[in-house]
């Protein structure tokens, strides 16, 4: 879907298609070097992880294995609380491997905290992170991904695997959400 398909759902749209693979490209590009000759096993997060992870390990130019954990964070509705649990684990022992979590957004960063020391306790060579958005605005836990494809404001976008209810997942950019579509 794309945001002309929806437009009265949106109130703008902050990445383009065009701009999102052309950042991938760059990332992979980094990553191709940064693991030169070793064999990196890609951690996809569940659900919103899916698309940017199709497309970047697209773009990548070296062999890359992948797996992918679903977790969900204990908090009522939109807040983190950073208790998280596991609803699906990994199929593969990450001892000495080399690890890059991909995920669609570091917002708060407590999903990611907890997933990193989680994942760093099963004996990994190494666990680094590559998250396709970031909002600087509203990190409560100190994260220092390896990769970041875009700075975010504050705000609440949908599209390119981030969902609202569900919905918009398929669009091809991502964009902040009306609010009267989410009831405010
Ligand atoms: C989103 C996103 C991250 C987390 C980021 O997942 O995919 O995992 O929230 O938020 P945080 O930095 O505040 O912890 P969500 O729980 O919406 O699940 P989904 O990926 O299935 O949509």
């Given at each position: 879907m794309h945001s002309d398909h929806i437009?009265?759902?949106?109130?703008?749209?902050?990445?383009?298609?065009?701009?999102?693979q052309a950042r991938l490209a760059e990332v992979a590009a980094q990553v191709d070097a940064d693991y030169e000759g070793r064999d990196l096993l890609l951690v996809g997060v569940l659900k919103g992880a899916v698309i940017?992870?199709?497309d970047f390990m697209r773009h990548l130019r070296s062999h890359v294995s992948t797996d992918w954990m679903a977790v969900s964070s204990y908090g009522s509705g939109?807040?983190?609380s950073g208790v998280v649990r596991i609803l699906k684990d990994l199929d593969i022992d990450l001892v000495d491997c080399?690890?890059?979590?991909?995920e669609?957004?570091?917002d708060t960063g407590l999903t990611l905290s907890w997933l990193m020391n989680n994942l760093r306790s099963r004996g990994p060579a190494s666990v680094e992170v590559f998250?396709?958005?970031?909002?600087?605005?509203?990190?409560q836990v100190p994260i220092t991904p390896r990769y970041v494809?875009?700075?975010i404001p504050n705000e609440f976008v949908v599209g390119y695997g981030l969902d609202y209810a569900e919905r918009y997942r398929n669009l091809r950019e991502v964009a902040v959400l009306r609010p009267?579509?989410?009831?405010?």
């Open positions: 437009n009265g759902d949106l109130a703008a749209v902050l990445l383009t298609d065009d701009q999102i940017v992870m199709a939109t807040t983190s080399d690890v890059l979590i991909v669609d957004i570091l998250t396709f958005l970031r909002k600087p605005e509203a990190v494809g875009f700075d009267e579509v989410y009831g405010h």
